[in-house]
């Protein structure tokens, strides 16, 4: 189903039954198709986290979490997140022990994505605001600045004599930012990224994250296109790249990509989140 019959940008009622129709597929093929040889394109996980969870328990109780879903990079479909804010609204009238709250919404979430999704529940004051680790990117001047992708602003550093010495690196900017492209919206984010391969232009790297300031793209998309711009461009060794989006509607969305699974990091929760 296109995204244009999603409920992305429409006034809707909040629902007070459960109601798993709600959901709302896309798939990622489209999307990938530019990129699909890419090594480690589909090769992580999407976390999100779901600040809006109620429920009722056996005894008519409210009930109250904060949720981690690892929605595997793997699956054929994301999920639109409005429809997924309104499912997960729609158990607020409904009664259910914990462990069958989570075994309803792993099998619905699951059948939607067509992979297997997980669900991790945390009392309300149990997640830790965790920091960003390596070089912020954040102090360059770049000397190109444009506002829509543009791969080519990756480079190697031109500094550097071509050795072919190899580093390992960490590096995280706080400036990325996209739009929805249903609604326009801007989405803000850290982005961090682990590199291993020929030392490149870190005040580049900075100036090609500023590019995605107008783009358009989900935030999975916006990340899968970035793994894929660096890794085709600077042909590194081994490559990560996550993205800690801040919340919106009560959800945030950390997708991260990986060439290697042994690169594969913790989920984390930004102090912005």
Same mark, same amino acid.
């Given at each position: 189903m296109s995204v244009d019959a999603s409920l992305l940008g429409q006034d809707t009622q909040y629902p007070t039954k459960y109601a798993p129709e709600l959901l709302f597929p896309i798939a990622r093929g489209d999307a990938r198709l530019a990129y699909k040889d890419v090594t480690g394109i589909a090769q992580g996980i999407d976390w999100w986290h779901v600040f809006e969870i109620s429920w009722l328990d056996l005894d008519g109780i409210p009930q109250v979490a904060i949720g981690r879903l690892h929605i595997p990079a793997t699956s054929s479909h994301l999920i639109e997140s409005k429809s997924l804010k309104l499912y997960f609204n729609s158990f607020n009238f409904e009664r259910y022990a914990r462990q069958d709250f989570i075994d309803t919404v792993e099998t619905d979430l699951s059948k939607a994505a067509h992979a297997e999704i997980k669900l991790e529940l945390f009392d309300v004051d149990a997640l830790t605001v965790d920091r960003p680790h390596g070089i912020c990117l954040d102090q360059y001047k770049p000397s190109t600045i444009v506002y829509h992708p543009d791969a080519s602003l990756l480079t190697l550093d031109s500094e550097v004599q071509p050795n072919n010495e190899i580093i390992e690196q960490s590096y995280y900017s706080h !400036?990325? /930012?996209?739009?929805?492209?249903?609604?326009?919206?801007p989405d803000w984010g850290t982005l961090l990224i /682990?590199? /291993?391969?020929?030392? !490149?232009?870190?005040?580049? !790297?900075?100036a090609y994250i500023i590019s995605y300031r107008e783009h358009n793209g989900f935030h999975e998309q916006c990340v899968e296109q970035i793994f894929a711009d660096i890794w085709t461009q600077l042909q590194p060794e081994k490559l990560m790249v996550y993205a800690a989006y801040t919340r919106r509607g009560g959800l945030d969305i950390n997708p991260c990509r990986v060439s290697d699974l042994s690169w594969m990091p913790s989920p984390l929760r930004l102090a912005r989140q």
């Open positions: !400036l990325l /930012r996209s739009n929805c492209p249903v609604t326009n919206q /682990r590199y /291993r391969g020929k030392k !490149l232009s870190e005040a580049n !790297l900075f």
